[in-house]
């Protein structure tokens, strides 16, 4: 065990024999995200590096405090990516102290949030083979491996995907990656909102290499990817206008991490008293009647609204749909900023969340309401 692993074993040791509790700090990019934050800052940055990298096995294993750049940074240069493009909120921003935001692995895998490619790769969970996570008994475990047949049993390792920190620091991970895609197209049409929900509905019931889709106002805009002769087909089928190569990166990479026009819009609305919904939907579902601006994502499984509406109307809408309504962005989190879950799944998080940290170590209230 390193210096940088022990000091926060001895550190999680200290705040479970005096009650505290602890807020695991990676590179800060998404503090906004979730429950409240609460607790002593634990900081991971200096549990950095990468252990391992196979580009013959798709795999990469790396420390939770690893900058998330620097991991990709490594894969580009092997001609290989994290398909599942993770946003990389406030990249080359600072705190309120003045440290450098740098989103990290280990944030990456906690938050287990994924860029416009989603609906076709699949999400941060079906990357991950296997963890080392340091509980709340300041216990180092491992899960999983770095082959996909060495996951058997209760997955936990997929499990801290999404999980907020709340069972432990993700101390390292390893990760299947894959190659880039040998060919991208991105392309352009002009539709009302139903029109494209119809559409890529179509398309998406086709032997078509349709990566990624956004929506919003007015305009469609549609992300090919695969081999050559497949791109250049399925654009004949298709048709609409091509985007030159860097503005389409330019535009890709502004929707991944939030820095387009919409999203820069939808943050000074939220300083204005507004808040920034996501609401994952079956992808055919119509239009939804609900105030502000919207974008769509995912085929339309994934719809961003900007709004002022009371948090019972959007997560109504969303229920009524056959999906759910989180707070991603907003001042006000009294309403929570998850879905209400059915008293089963709370009580099953809950043991969950209990079985790794019984003492309430890693800030309960991030993920659920503290019991």
């Known amino acids: 065990m390193d210096d940088a692993l022990q000091r926060l074993v001895e550190q999680v040791q200290a705040a479970r024999a005096d009650k505290r509790v602890l807020d695991i700090r990676g590179g800060g990019t998404k503090a906004f995200y979730g429950g409240p ?10 549990l950095a590096g990468i252990s391992s990298y196979e580009p013959s096995e798709l795999v990469i294993t790396a420390r939770g405090g690893t900058p998330l750049a620097e991991l990709e940074a490594t894969l580009a240069a092997q001609g ?10 406030g990249e080359g921003g600072s705190d309120g102290d003045g440290v450098p935001l740098r989103g990290t692995v280990g944030g990456m895998v906690a938050a287990g949030l994924a860029g416009p490619a989603r609906v076709s790769v699949g999400g941060v969970r079906d990357y991950v083979l296997g963890a080392k996570l340091l509980n709340g008994r300041a216990e180092l475990l491992a899960f999983g491996g770095t082959v996909m047949k060495n996951v058997a049993g209760y997955d936990v390792s997929r499990s801290l995907a999404g999980s907020m920190g709340v069972l432990g620091v993700i101390c390292e991970v390893s990760l299947k990656v894959l190659p880039m895609p040998p060919a991208t197209l991105t392309l352009r049409l002009e539709a009302d909102q139903a029109a494209a929900i119809r559409r890529l509905n179509e398309w998406g019931g086709q032997p078509l290499p349709l990566n990624a889709s956004a929506w919003w ?6 992300r090919l990817a695969g081999a050559g002769a497949a791109v250049r087909s399925a654009h004949e089928k298709i048709g609409g206008e091509v985007i030159e190569a860097a ?13 387009d026009e919409f999203f820069v819009g939808a943050a000074k609305a939220v300083d204005s008293g507004a808040a920034l919904w996501r609401l994952s939907v079956p992808p055919t579902t119509a239009p939804l009647k609900l105030s502000g601006e919207q974008l769509l994502e995912w085929g ?7 709004t002022t509406a009371p948090a019972s109307v959007l997560r ?5 749909a056959g999906g759910h309504a989180v707070l991603f ?3 006000d989190k009294s309403a929570g900023a998850f879905a209400p879950q059915t008293p089963a799944m709370a009580r099953l998080q809950r043991e969950l969340q209990r079985a790794f940290d019984p003492a309430g170590v890693f800030n309960p209230g991030r993920l659920l309401p503290a019991a």
């Open 37 to 46: 934050v609460a607790g002593e800052p634990l900081h991971v940055r200096a």
């Open 80 to 89: 290989q990516c994290l398909p599942f493009e993770p946003p990389r909120f």
């Open 217 to 222: 106002d007015g305009m469609l805009v549609l």
């Open 247 to 259: 503005l389409a990166a330019t535009f890709w990479n502004g929707l991944r991490d939030h820095r």
């Open 300 to 306: 339309g499984a994934q719809r961003w609204i900007c």
């Open 316 to 320: 109504d809408a969303a229920q009524h």
């Open 329 to 331: 962005r907003g001042h």
